[in-house]
């Protein structure tokens, strides 16, 4: 089992910047794919970015490439995502996810989740 738990949401104005963390215990990190979803109010579940166990590989949804950076530190067992140029239609509840090695775009292809953190985009 693999225990993620996020952090750094929070209410910004469009324009501003945010920087979401998400610990990983119970699994070894560098084994593990890294992935961020997001839910807004009343949309579904969509990819935004992840990134593979190596860190060598990276991908993002179209919404948020130029704006949204992923990264990880495997010596702290941490993801995070840099999300500048934030937008009203950011706002969601953001997930992390775990997987073994590979970048997916899908959520059923991920295996842990954590329990979610709130942004909030005002204009």
């Known amino acids: 089992q693999a225990q993620l738990v996020e952090s750094g949401g929070g209410l910004v104005q469009a324009g501003g910047s945010l920087r979401l963390s998400c610990a990983a215990s119970?699994?070894?990190?560098?084994?593990?794919?890294m992935g961020w979803f997001r839910q807004g109010p009343g949309k579904e579940r969509e990819f935004v970015s992840a990134i593979s166990s190596s860190g060598g590989s990276t991908s993002a949804a179209d919404s948020v490439k130029g704006r949204f950076t992923i990264s990880r530190d495997n010596a702290k067992n941490t993801v995070y995502l840099q999300m500048n140029s934030l937008k009203p239609e950011d706002t969601a509840v953001y997930y992390c996810?775990?997987?073994?090695?590979?970048?997916?775009?899908?959520?059923?292809?991920?295996?842990?989740w954590g329990q979610g953190t709130q942004v909030t985009v005002s204009s």
């Open positions: 119970g699994r070894t990190f560098s084994n593990l794919a």
């Open positions: 996810a775990a997987r073994r090695v590979f970048v997916s775009s899908y959520a059923a292809d991920y295996n842990y």
